[in-house]
């Protein structure tokens, strides 16, 4: 396990390396941006496992343009899980001062505390608030950046039963950990990433003090970037409804409200389901284009569709967004040109937080196999 200014050294190195890419991607000059050396925000589960650092990035001046996310438990997660870039991103003391006094608007007269930041639906991520009221202690979640109240229970959380009997895709609010918990004794998930890593510092720390050509490390990126500007969805369950706005863009397919399209996909109190978006997607397109649906979504299969320039919606756990294209980043060694760290991305808008949604480029490689759970391939519809 890296200490943290180790994983910072990854992570600050492995972005420097790359920034150039997102500054096109978005449009954010980000030459001269860097890893903060602040210690990172901590991000607990909701059943109160620790689980990943965000790391700030910054600028000389201290302005805030996203964060790096990695692992806070080791191998168990990858040492990159995303690179969060967008025009807002949530102040810590900002976030607690907010969600510390909504609850006492809500709970007056009631002993309120801030405990930590937690991830109540990946990557979504709320101020935890303890709440003690009489005889009652329970807990209520707010949205680090919307204020939004989440949710709220007793003691340990338990995942509530969906009921619907498809699960629709709008505000998720589940247990991270739930998904991933592996055999004890079992080898770490991501150890592979870990010590790939570790060899890239050996292997940069070899070559700091020569400055030539052949002892640098050589950084290669590959991939594709369809030109769609974020759309922020308009309210916490219109995620499919702005992931189908900016697609419906992208073919021509202007003017539609946000309202218009949750109309046309039938959209309800908890999210649109994916035969509501497949249906909005042929009436909003006079018929022209059709969304295909596959359940066993395959990061091949992605890039194939990308590589034809056609978005894909992303379907994870009751959240939609836009693949708007694919990375891999990697590094050679210059003398050998033996690959010392590869990683595959996703490159995606997602439409959340609400009114502004960000940009992210995200690992493929997640606990468990169910996280990325459905695609919506958009297509051209063939006619007779």
Known sequence: MFSIDEQRYVLDFFYRSFA?????????????????????????????????????????????????????????????????????????????????????????????????????????????????????????VYDTITGSRITEFEGEFIESDAADVEEKEGLPIYSYTDRFITEAGTEPAFNAEWKSAEKLIECNNKSCNDLSLERRLLPVMRGVSLPIPIVGQETDVFCAVATAKMALNFLGFTGFTQEEIAQKMNTGVTGTSNFGQKKGYEKLSENQWTAQEDNSPAYEEALNHLNSFLPVKSGIPRHARLLRGWREYIYLEPKTLNVLFRKQFYIINDPSPVKHGQYVIEGIDKPGNDFYQNFLLIKKKITA
């Open 20 to 140: 150039y890419d997102p500054t096109v991607a978005v449009g954010m000059n980000l030459f001269g941006t860097f890893l903060s050396k602040d210690m990172p925000i901590k991000i607990y589960d909701l059943k109160g496992k620790l689980l990943f650092y965000d790391f700030k990035v910054i600028d000389s001046t201290g302005n805030n343009y996203g964060f790096v996310r990695s692992s806070a438990i080791g191998a168990e997660l990858p040492i990159i899980d995303s690179i969060n870039i967008g025009t807002v991103n949530f102040d810590p003391e900002k976030s607690i001062a907010l969600a510390v006094g909504l609850a006492n608007e809500e709970y007056a007269g009631s002993q309120i505390t801030a405990k930590q930041f937690v991830c109540y639906g990946y990557p979504r991520v709320g101020v935890l608030v303890s709440v003690k009221r009489d005889e009652d202690d329970f807990y209520i």
